[in-house]
């Protein structure tokens, strides 16, 4: 899989997607990901990549040369599977949605910026709009870096199978059950009995219990499918 991403604060990304599993799987050749800054695809001495919005209100918009510029040069390199912009309108992530976007091949993803994108850029040139969830970022940086790490640990060899993200919370639409480790009584507290017992059948009919229990008390929407798909 690959992943573009064009920025104007390259740096604020670079800190996520060089450690852990992101980097594992970069180093494995499982993921491409490159960092395009917008800045580079202006061609006035200040680099200009927004402007004053048209009305009264006078907010800085995204400008809309460079970053067809960008995504005119990707496209001419290879197909995209989706050009997704970061933004708080738009479709919210869920464990669905990255499922989906796990199996596509290539996809840019545009951070937005200051009061937004020049509206022609989301009509023309983006197939999808990704909001981390229903508050107002200063950029779509850390929202890009929700994405692809959502995305990437699901990729087809990035994770080992211990990790393997089909026991992840919401993949099923529950929440994991609890998990401990040794030592197996601490300060008096103790491990529930099931987990040191051997039993692997009883282990796995108490964590689907827990499952179910934590997933009804602390999330109950989730068991009522009132999540939208990806
Ligand atoms: N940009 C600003 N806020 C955002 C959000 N909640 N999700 C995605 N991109 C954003």
């Known amino acids: ?11 604020i990304l670079e800190s996520p997607l060089s450690h852990s599993i992101i980097k594992r799987a970069q180093t494995k050749g499982l993921v491409d990901i490159h960092l395009h800054h917008l800045r580079e ?15 009264p209100d006078a907010g800085m918009v995204m400008k809309i040369e460079p970053i067809f510029k960008v995504i005119r040069k990707l496209k001419s390199e290879r197909d995209y599977d989706e050009v997704i912009y970061t933004s708080p309108d738009g479709q919210r992530l869920t464990q669905q949605v990255a499922n989906g976007l796990s199996i596509k091949g290539n996809i840019i993803i545009l951070c937005g910026h200051y009061k937004g994108i020049d509206h022609r850029v989301r009509e023309h040139l983006i197939t999808r709009e990704i909001s981390i969830g229903d508050y107002v970022l200063s950029g779509g940086e850390l929202a890009a870096a929700i994405i692809v ?6 990729v087809p060899g ?16 529950l929440l994991a059950p609890p998990v401990y480790t040794r030592p197996a009584e601490f300060n008096g507290w103790k491990v529930p009995e099931v987990l040191t017992s051997g039993n692997f059948k009883a282990i796995e009919k108490w964590q689907m219990e827990q499952a179910l229990e934590r997933t009804k008390r602390l999330r109950p929407e989730l068991l009522e499918g009132l999540e939208e798909d990806g």
């Open 158 to 173: 990035v994770l080992s199978n211990e990790t393997s993200a089909l026991t992840d919370s919401f993949q099923d639409n």
């Open 41 to 55: 695809y202006t061609t006035d001495k200040h680099r200009t990549v927004d402007d004053y919005a048209f009305g």
């Open 1 to 11: 899989m690959r992943i573009d991403i064009i920025t104007v604060l390259p740096e």
């Open 149 to 154: 790490d959502s995305v990437v640990r699901l």
